[in-house]
């Protein structure tokens, strides 16, 4: 069975800056991975190289055994990786409907699907669909709500809504609990597993160890752009370049 | 109808057709400030076809709002590589370097103009502009346009979840292109008579002010914003020749309360809830 993300050799420098030096590691299907390392580490710069928001230097990337490296950074999706960013991205003058919609675009793009006056039909089944995927996750009563107006948790959690209707089955997840209370927290987890669940592979940037604690089978540790430490989180914190890099600064982690 | 109000009806379809065509390009977040270029392109076109091929102008205006969009697809391609303010320049650059070139074609009368054989109505024109707002009102209800707005509010996303952003602003500044060359050819027809000076930069201008005053959230804004800067003049008639004082006093004051345009999807939304609650 390929995994769901292979990285291997992967280089990425700005400005003579290594952000990322030789890094390999792999994401099983079904696997669900944390990428953890103090600030600076490198998390986000994979994240944009997969998602190829950035181009890589060198190396190679896979998705569900898709060579994606040199892939446009729009037909990504069609290998079915989705990424979350740390501010989320979801467009604030549309409603969580319309967001939605546009996660759904990667299957509706032909030019019959795209002139297709949907929005004169109020039960057109994209909105079905939505709507649907919006009442599974218990975020129903939000429909019609322009974004902007939402709860920060709510937020966080559509915009996994969007990522699923958009075919992910490999979801990037950049700090996803960074400033949620708890009870949103415990939401989010709930949203997070049922998604697992339904086989999709997770790979979370995270810095909450409780949070990776709780859903995360694996651990991939950076430091300066390099690999330091891999496996489960109970044994790479025991490691002592962990320690020192990251978790032995915060024993309470 | 009196020859007034017919003659104030035409020039407000005229209005409401040109600000659909900056209209779809600014849904994806992309200014054409050259717009009349493309009605001039549209407006020779179709009078050229009429006076020297003898066709019939159903035929003519359609066939110069192709060639017109099919300019702005191919200038389309380099010209929204740039962004923001230099996209702006180089829309504004090219709608006079069209205007020009015209003003230099003698084939089509040069700077004499041309006068032009076939005559539009002013019903021809009404229906005309009807026509261009009911297939505005139906794009707005597509994914296209909801990838418009999607593109606009953030690229970097729209391309991960697959959108084709340069596609995207490329073929709506090319319909916009075509809208412009209808408005053109319909305006050729309609006044028997084209003269490159009237494609100006000031119509450009004002065709975005009309967009950007009534709002580029909603499909309504170009046409509300179109009707405002044609009727209201009219209406400020009375008051002589203060009436452009009180007129920009007007625009300045509603530009301050509404930035966003007359127009704005939360002002829909209200209704819609007023109207939920009653």
């Known amino acids: 069975m390929s995994a769901a993300l292979a990285i291997s050799g992967l280089s990425k420098s700005f400005a003579g800056v290594r952000a990322i030096r030789d890094l390999s590691f792999t994401v099983p299907k079904g696997v669900t991975t944390a990428l953890i390392g103090p600030n600076g580490a490198g998390k986000t710069t994979v994240f944009n190289l997969v998602s190829g928001v950035y181009g890589v230097d060198a190396g190679r990337i896979e998705v569900n055994g898709q060579d994606v490296t040199h892939m446009p950074s729009r037909k990504r999706i069609s290998t079915g990786v989705a990424r979350s960013f740390q501010n989320i991205r979801l467009m604030p003058h549309l409603s969580v409907l319309e967001n939605l919609l546009v996660g759904q675009h990667v299957r509706a793009s032909s030019l019959g699907a795209l002139l297709t006056p949907y929005r004169l039909f109020p039960n057109h089944r994209w909105k079905r669909e939505a709507r649907a995927a919006l009442e599974e996750s218990g975020l129903g009563r939000w429909a019609d709500e322009m974004v902007s107006a939402l709860p920060y948790g709510v937020r966080k959690r559509i915009d996994l809504v969007r990522a699923t209707l958009a075919g992910a089955s490999l979801l990037m997840l950049d700090e996803p609990a960074a400033g949620l209370n708890p009870s949103e927290t415990n939401a989010l987890r709930d949203h997070l597993k049922a998604l697992m669940a339904k086989g999709v592979t997770l790979l979370v940037v995270e810095h909450d160890m409780h949070f990776v604690d709780s859903i995360c089978e694996n651990v991939v540790v950076l430091n300066f752009g390099e690999k330091i430490a891999e496996g489960p989180l109970s044994r790479v914190r025991q490691e002592k370049l962990v320690r020192e890099a990251y978790i032995g600064t915060d024993e309470e982690a | ?278």
């Open chain 2, 1 to 278: 109808m009196s020859g007034y109000l017919t003659g104030v009806l035409v020039v407000l379809a005229f209005n409401v057709i040109a600000a659909y065509a900056v209209y779809l390009p600014l849904a994806a977040g992309q200014l054409n400030l050259g717009i009349a270029g493309f009605m001039a392109i549209g407006a020779y076109a179709s009078a050229f076809l009429t006076n020297e091929y003898m066709w019939p102008m159903w035929a003519a205006i359609p066939l110069g709002a192709a060639l017109a969009g099919l300019v702005g697809l191919l200038i389309g391609v380099p010209v929204l590589r740039t962004h923001g303010i230099y996209l702006a320049m180089a829309t504004f650059a090219l709608g006079q370097v069209i205007s020009a070139i015209f003003l230099n074609l003698e084939v089509v009368g040069g700077a004499a103009g041309y006068p032009v054989t076939d005559y539009a109505g002013p019903y021809v024109v009404y229906a005309a502009a009807a026509g261009v707002v009911v297939l505005m009102l139906l794009v707005s209800r597509t994914r296209f346009a909801l990838c418009l707005t999607a593109v606009k509010s953030d690229a970097t996303v729209a391309d991960l979840l697959g959108v084709s952003v340069r596609g995207m602003k490329v073929a709506a500044f090319a319909l916009g292109a075509a809208v412009a060359g209808f408005g053109g050819g319909l305006y050729a027809h309609h006044y028997s008579f084209v003269e490159a000076q009237h494609f100006n930069v000031l119509l450009s201008v004002f065709t975005v002010l009309y967009v950007l005053f009534g709002g580029t959230q909603t499909v309504w804004g170009p046409l509300v914003g179109a009707a405002f800067f044609t009727l209201v003049p009219e209406l400020l008639r009375a008051s002589d020749q203060w009436r452009y004082a009180l007129f920009a006093v007007f625009i300045i004051l509603f530009m301050a309360v509404r930035p966003q345009g007359l127009v704005t999807s939360s002002l829909f939304r209200l209704f819609r809830r007023k109207a939920e609650a009653a």
